[in-house]
């Protein structure tokens, strides 16, 4: 299973990116499909999630600036982040658990500065 992010970059805090990421049809159809971040030194961690009818939830330190989305038709999922702050600095991995596996992409850079 392979999942293809993209979208991270450089930007000022304030700012708003898109990150996307590609699935296969087989895995992205009936599951959810999530964000994680990982920052330097620290635990990957859950940022958003969608069910695959649509239900999102987000961790509380992302609430009102980010959404997640996803576009059934084209397998792909999406994290649009906005009034990004210092402390979004992070790989962002998409991932999804298929058959009791879980998968990752190869993870996009966002870098914020102040």
């Known amino acids: 299973v392979q999942l293809v992010e993209s979208g991270g970059g450089l930007v000022q805090a304030g700012g708003s990116l898109r990150l996307s990421c590609a699935a296969p049809r087989s895995v992205f159809s009936d599951n959810t499909m999530n964000w994680y971040r990982q920052a330097p030194g620290k635990q990957r961690n859950l940022v958003a999630m969608?069910?695959?009818?649509?239900?999102?939830n987000y961790a509380d330190s992302v609430k009102g600036r980010f959404t997640i989305s996803r576009d059934n038709a084209k397998n792909m999922v999406y994290l649009q982040m906005n009034n990004l702050k210092p402390e979004d600095t992070a790989v962002y991995y998409c991932?999804?658990?298929?058959?009791?596996?879980?998968?990752w992409g190869q993870g996009t850079q966002v870098t914020v500065s102040s």
């Open positions: 991932s999804v658990d298929y058959r009791f596996v879980r998968y």
């Open positions: 969608v069910t695959s009818g649509g239900t999102t």
